[in-house]
């Protein structure tokens, strides 16, 4: 059936040799994203089951306070613990502990404060004469309604903003207040601090 000569049997041998090695090196550079596209997939999986992290900063009355890395869905009772704890110091009444941690903000934990010896005197955080400024971290509803410019309804926005974000970071952040803007935020940065 075959009646071709030797040399011309070489020659389709030779070309059917060269496309095999051909289509195999062709399929093989066509392979090469094959194997890596499930290890790829198999890491997009593991992101979208792992949680991200965020950066926190603890201080005040605890054992360790310092910056630590939290899950993202952390509380803020658990960044506490990463401190260390509270200390026998601390006012856990000031903190709300159930809030989530969010990235960059700053978890204060107030210590206790004492009355003063001669009773009737007012409480360590409150302002003895004008010009001393008022902790926003841990003013009570009443001190902050003091404040010029602050009523009872700007005050307890106040509380409900440092019990929803774990305190404030600094005393700009009360702009982010509802009822508080430019003007006023101008004239409260002499009488309170972080």
């Not at 389709?12 to 062709?26: E, I, K, P, R, T």
């Not at 094959?34 to 997009?44: D, G, K, L, T």
């Not at 210590?111 to 360590?124: C, F, I, L, Q, Y």
């Not at 207040?177 to 309170?192: M, N, Y």
């Amino acid at each position: 059936m075959l009646d071709m000569p030797p040399r011309q049997l070489a020659a389709y041998g030779a070309a059917l040799a060269a496309v095999v090695l051909l289509g195999a090196w062709y399929l093989s550079r066509g392979a090469d994203p094959a194997p890596e596209s499930p290890p790829a997939a198999i890491e997009v999986e593991r992101d979208d089951g792992r949680t991200e992290s965020v950066v926190v900063h603890v201080a005040g009355a605890v054992r360790r306070p310092g910056v630590y890395r939290m899950r993202a869905n952390a509380r803020v009772d658990d960044a506490v613990g990463r401190a260390g704890g509270a200390t026998r110091r601390a006012d856990l009444s000031q903190v709300n502990l159930a809030a989530q941690v969010e990235d960059g903000r700053q978890v204060l934990v107030p210590a206790r404060v004492r009355a003063a010896a001669a009773g009737g005197a007012a409480p360590a955080g409150t302002p003895a004469t004008p010009g001393v400024p008022l902790n926003i971290n841990t003013a009570t509803l009443e001190q902050l309604d003091e404040l010029d410019g602050i009523g009872p309804t700007t005050a307890q926005h106040i509380l409900d903003y440092r019990e929803e974000h774990g305190g404030f970071g600094s005393v700009e952040e009360l702009g982010e207040v509802p009822g508080i803007g430019d003007v006023r935020l101008a004239s409260l940065r002499e009488q309170v601090r972080v």
